[in-house]
């Protein structure tokens, strides 16, 4: 008899859920008119629509959301949406491959909202914001270190008070993207960057090729996506930025509606935007790109129902991926 020896030909995959363009996305709280407390999540690589996952501790908006390969963070947050209650300054997790509510994890420097956040495996940050009736905007930034509940700590600041300003990270570097000036409200282009592992002042990237506030971001570990926002009309502008290289925004495409105050995830492959708001009409829709090439939106489901002013993020972001 012929022995056939298969061992040298048989492989199983290695690597975590970002290697292999997998992961699970969440989205958190927003409004629909009212505030919510609901958490949604998606799978990321398989088009459909999302999913109950739990609640937040209480109903609020405009939160920052980073997250490890495990952990999900929510921090920040408060009205929006013609419901401006009070700014808070309470950090909540979950643990993302697990359905269940969120857990208070600390405290931010300061009650905030309106503040980008972005994080790699170890280290979460968030940068801006506004507080609701005070603190006035802010140019603070903070970080947590994600496996470890605890307060957040100073780590130097913007280089101007903004806020409505969004974060995407490779795993060494962060962004903080566009948003608002104080005053007029004067919207901004500016792209400015942090070293995750390193604290200090944030220091100029680049410029988007138009000004924007209330955009979304998304990132592999080489590309971030800045996606929507408002310039003072919502549009559906997508330009994209090598995180690796300082210099301004490229064309990306389109998003699939002119939107801002989306919820925006991803893993190494796709970027995704969730719900938002286009100027008259809340959405629920979700759409996706290509992160490593250039064209426009495609449609990926729905939300649970219209949501605006929420956040997200996920467990295959580009600042966990190596």
């Known amino acids: 008899p012929i022995s056939l020896n298969t061992q040298g030909y048989m492989y199983f995959p290695t690597g975590n859920t970002t290697d292999r363009g997998r992961g699970r996305g969440f989205i958190s709280g927003g409004s629909d008119g009212s505030l919510l407390k609901t958490i949604q999540y998606l799978e990321i690589q398989s088009q459909g629509n999302a999913i109950d996952f739990g609640d937040l501790t209480a109903a609020t908006s405009l939160t920052a959301s980073f997250a490890s390969s495990t952990r999900g963070i929510i921090a920040g947050g408060g009205g929006g949406g013609g419901t401006p209650s009070n700014s808070v300054n309470t950090i909540e997790f979950i643990t993302i491959a697990?359905?269940?509510?969120?857990?208070?994890?600390?405290?931010?420097?300061?009650?905030?909202?309106?503040?980008?956040?972005?994080?790699?495996?170890?280290?979460?940050?968030?940068?801006?914001?506004?507080?609701?009736?005070?603190?006035?905007?802010?140019?603070?930034?903070?970080?947590?270190?994600?496996?470890?509940?605890?307060n957040a700590q100073d780590f130097g600041n913007l280089s101007e008070v903004k806020f409505d300003l969004q974060g995407a990270a490779s795993p060494t570097r962060g962004l903080f993207i566009a948003g608002a000036n104080p005053g007029v409200m004067t919207r901004s282009n500016v792209v400015e960057y942090v070293t995750i592992a390193t604290a200090g002042n944030a220091q100029d990237f680049g410029d988007l090729t138009a000004v924007r506030s209330g955009g979304a971001a998304t990132s592999s570990n080489t590309r971030a996506i800045y996606a929507g926002g408002n310039e003072p009309s919502y549009v559906t502008d997508i330009e994209f930025l090598t995180i690796a290289t300082t210099g301004g925004g490229t064309d990306f495409g389109d998003l699939t509606d002119a939107r801002g105050y989306q919820a925006s995830l991803s893993n190494s492959v796709r970027g995704l935007n969730a719900g938002g708001f286009d100027g008259s009409t809340s959405l629920n829709t979700i759409d996706f790109v290509i992160i490593a090439t250039t064209g426009n939106a495609q449609d990926f489901g729905d939300l649970l129902s219209i949501n605006y002013a929420t956040s997200g993020s996920s467990d295959s972001h580009g600042g966990l991926a190596e």
């Open 98 to 150: 697990t359905t269940s509510n969120a857990t208070d994890f600390g405290d931010l420097t300061d009650e905030k909202r309106y503040h980008a956040g972005l994080s790699n495996q170890v280290r979460g940050i968030t940068a801006g914001g506004a507080g609701y009736p005070s603190p006035a905007r802010t140019d603070i930034i903070d970080f947590v270190t994600i496996a470890s509940e605890g």
